[in-house]
């Protein structure tokens, strides 16, 4: 099964920027649809952006504007450029295929200080 292993976190203040990697061991050219989630500290994983094979994107409320996802199937990579940070973003970021998931990553922790 495909492995994957996400990236670029780290700390940064408030309004600054990151960018994420989820870098796969095999194909993704196959899955329709990529996500990134995240889950803060006590809470339920969830989806906050998405990228059908075709580039079709969509993202959650709370980010949207903010984080851009892209995929680059020759390099079985996704990426989440996030922009505009925010404390409430801090959380562990995870990318999975949204139907069916693969098995889950490590995450990477991205902490926003004010």
């Known amino acids: 099964q495909v492995q994957l292993v996400e990236s670029g976190g780290g700390l940064v203040q408030a309004g600054g920027s990151l960018r994420l990697s989820c870098a796969a061991s095999?194909?993704?050219?196959?899955?329709?649809?990529m996500g990134w989630y995240r889950q803060h500290p006590g809470k339920q994983r969830e989806l906050v952006a998405r990228i059908t094979s075709r580039g079709s994107t969509n993202y959650a409320d709370s980010v949207k504007g903010r984080f851009t996802i892209s995929r680059n199937n020759a390099k079985n990579t996704v990426y989440l450029q996030m922009n505009s940070l925010k404390p409430e973003d801090t959380a562990v970021y995870y990318c999975?295929?949204?139907?069916?998931?693969?098995?889950w990553g490590q995450g990477t922790q991205v902490t926003v200080s004010s």
């Open positions: 095999g194909s993704i050219f196959s899955i329709n649809t």
């Open positions: 999975n295929a949204v139907y069916p998931p693969l098995s």
